[in-house]
């Protein structure tokens, strides 16, 4: 019996979405794991927090926490928090812009908490709320998933899950600042998808915490 063309793409597309599924009571794990651990680690964080927020405040008397919209879970857009680690004016013209490395726009306090990664302790409080989970793709805004998507449709399927504060491609491949990155980005976490576990989420938790401890830039 011979298939159409037609039938061939459908059964790609059937066998694309069986290699990124993720079962329900996985999806569960992972989310109960994220909710305790999310209040634990705020709590435990909390006078971290604060000596930054002092910090951020004392260098140039702007805000704190710096908000921008990404796009998440299912496709949609939520608003994730970051301990602001540029000038309040770092993208005057309105033009998205992505941090190079040693850009101009960092202040003092924010090149450090960069380079240490503590800029991005706000998020877990997207955690809790559920806009996100320790481990997943890192989030993008829409120009940049629009710029990522016309070079490779199968970001789309990144969307099956949350996105995360931690992710093996940002251990492995650090901040993305060229489309090669974003790209290279891309094919980790699809495969962290298709390979997924949650013991393989403890491993990069694990992994990324002792990168931040020991000092290692990534």
């Known amino acids: 019996m011979e298939f159409t063309q037609e039938q061939k793409d459908t059964s790609m597309k059937d066998d694309l979405l069986d290699v990124y599924y993720v079962s329900p009571l996985r999806m569960g794990i992972k989310r ?23 910090k951020i405040r004392r260098e140039d008397g702007g805000p704190v926490i710096f908000s921008q919209e990404r796009i998440g879970f299912h496709g949609e857009t939520f608003v994730m928090y970051k301990f602001r680690s540029m000038s309040t004016d770092a993208e005057k013209d309105g033009i998205p812009q992505l941090c190079q490395e040693d850009d101009e726009r960092l202040t003092k306090v924010g090149k ?14 997207n955690v809790l709320k559920g806009d996100m989970s320790f481990v997943g793709y890192r989030p993008e805004r829409k120009c940049f998933v629009d710029m990522i998507m016309e070079k490779n449709r199968d970001y789309r399927y990144l969307y099956r899950m949350r996105p ?3 992710s093996e491609a940002t251990l492995f491949n650090g901040y993305t600042d060229t489309m090669e990155k974003m790209l290279e980005r891309l094919r980790l976490d699809l495969k962290y998808i ?22 290692r830039k990534f």
């Open 164 to 166: 995360g504060l931690f």
């Open 112 to 125: 450090f908490l960069r380079e240490h990664h503590l800029d991005e302790l706000p998020q877990l409080w």
């Open 194 to 215: 298709s390979d997924y576990s949650f013991w393989f989420d403890i491993k990069i938790i694990w992994l990324t915490a002792y990168s931040i401890i020991s000092g």
């Open 32 to 54: 109960l794991f994220d909710i305790v651990f999310s209040v634990v680690g705020m709590v435990i964080l909390s006078p971290l927090y604060l000596w930054i927020s002092m």
